[in-house]
């Protein structure tokens, strides 16, 4: 299939200068279209695609340096090469520290423009061919994010599998810290979208107006403070995935507007007349119950069926303990490494109270936890006393056990081994360690009180 040509917009305020430059470049072979003001070239830019944008550097209503500005700070692929009759050096290293590709003089010499779009356009060329190698070779790092093998974990990863092809719109449901965004990146990472761009937006973050602004864009003197336009996240993703965080603490007038973008899949910009295409891959997550939101008339229904096209809902870390082992071992390597500490390891008593804590916080307070112990103790393996205070505090209460004082010595070890092969671990190690002897020593004990027989 024929490669498409290039698209390039000339901006001069010179409509001699600028319909001449048009036509050579389209006996070139590229898309040229044209602006005649800074202005005119932003709203171009907000609208469409351009590799190249070619700018006189002095013009009526904002110069080609603003231009400049504007494009870093918003379609940050797009190259520009600056014109100017002046030949000014000042002009031209300002050009370049703002980003400029290159600088030309008028009157511009054709080879030496030429030149320039061909080195511009393999520059781009090379840039979408590394972005490219680098997210297929990350796909799976981005998998091997999301860590788990239990039978919840297991559904998440076959629905990722199957989804991720398609362009239906995902809902991920469940608690703060149980990996929402690492699922949305997988499916993101996954999807024939996986060269373009995925934004993110935490709509539990920002007032209303801010709301708004972000996600739909704004023109030019919108509102007072709105000097130049602006694309909302929901442009800014087209061709890709956006991901919208907390979508359950979204006022309801940004729920309508949502909506409808969601309906007729284009955006209208606050203070615009005009309409804008999209063709963005929706995902949203939230920690609350929709359906109760619903009931409560602070969510609509009919949002709630247009995201909740696709649901996953992950399992909070107490529903998936088997998983916490697994977890532990990925976070201590990861944070040994990050800190330039030596291996460390988890002695089993404190793997058995992480594995009794409720975990409120999830995978996030569990990630928290490791990266704490890790910084703070000197040891090379992690005890109890490593884990923080409220996870240390939140057991079960220990039973206890009352033995009178002229009890035999032997009848107090058999008591208290007995009580704690009872009521707190059948596991030999850790009961050796919470009675503080070795576990050849409580193998003696054992054998010597018969206790393997009871």
């Known amino acids: 299939m024929l490669e498409a040509p290039a698209k390039i917009l000339v901006v001069d305020d010179e409509v001699n200068i600028r319909e001449a430059l048009a036509a050579l470049l389209g006996d070139d072979g590229y898309d040229v279209a044209t602006a005649s003001s800074a202005e005119q070239a932003m709203n171009a830019l907000g609208e469409g695609h351009y590799q190249i944008v070619i700018s006189d550097m002095r013009m009526d209503g904002g110069s080609g340096l603003e231009l400049l500005r504007w494009i870093r700070a918003h379609v940050h692929e797009t190259e520009i090469i600056l ?20 600088y030309l003089c008028k009157p511009v010499d054709r080879r030496r423009l030429s030149m320039l779009i061909e080195k511009a356009l393999e520059k781009q060329r090379l840039a979408v061919e590394n972005r490219t190698l680098r997210r297929r070779l990350s796909v799976k790092e981005e998998f091997s994010n999301i860590i788990g093998s239990s039978p919840g974990m297991r559904r998440v990863f076959k629905i990722i599998s199957e989804v991720a092809p398609t362009n239906a ?57 709105a000097v130049a336009l602006k694309m909302g996240r929901i442009e800014m993703a087209s061709g890709g995935t956006l991901f919208l965080d907390e979508v359950g603490d979204m006022t309801p007038k940004t729920q309508v507007d949502l909506l409808r973008a969601l309906q007729d899949r284009e955006v209208r910009r606050l203070g615009g007349n005009k309409t804008v295409a999209v063709d ?52 201590l390597d990861e944070f040994c490494h990050l800190h330039n500490k030596d291996c460390k390891k988890v002695a089993d008593a ?49 039973p206890q056990i009352t033995i009178p004082l002229d009890t035999p010595l032997e009848e107090v070890e058999k008591t208290m081994i007995r009580s704690i092969f009872s ?32």
Request: proline share 5%; charged share 30%.
């Open 423 to 454: 009521h707190i671990t059948r596991n030999r190690r850790i009961a050796a360690e919470t009675l503080g002897i070795s576990l050849r020593a409580l193998h003696y004990k054992i054998r010597r009180f018969n206790l393997d027989r009871e």
């Open 83 to 102: 014109l100017t009759a002046f030949g000014s050096v000042e002009g031209a290293v300002e050009a370049m520290k703002l980003g400029a590709y290159d």
């Open 350 to 398: 404190t793997l058995e109270l992480m594995l009794n804590y409720a975990w409120p916080g999830n995978v996030r307070e569990l990630r928290n936890a490791v990266e704490r112990m890790v910084l703070l103790s000197g040891a090379k393996t992690l005890e109890p006393r490593d884990l923080p205070p409220p996870i240390r505090r939140d057991q079960n209460p220990r």
């Open 169 to 225: 719109t995902v809902l991920i449901t469940g608690e703060s810290g149980t990996g929402k965004e690492l699922v949305a990146r997988a499916i993101h990472s996954r999807s024939h979208r996986r060269e373009r761009q995925f934004v993110t937006l935490n709509c539990g973050a920002l007032p209303d107006t801010l709301m708004e602004s972000e996600l739909f864009g704004y023109e030019k003197g919108a509102f007072t403070g």
């Open 280 to 331: 963005v891959r929706f995902i949203a997550a939230t920690n609350k119950e929709l359906n109760q939101e619903i009931a409560e008339k602070r969510f609509r229904e009919d949002l709630y069926y247009r995201l909740n096209v696709v649901p996953i809902a992950m399992p909070a870390l107490r529903d998936r303990k088997d998983d916490i082992p697994v977890l532990v071992q990925a976070f």
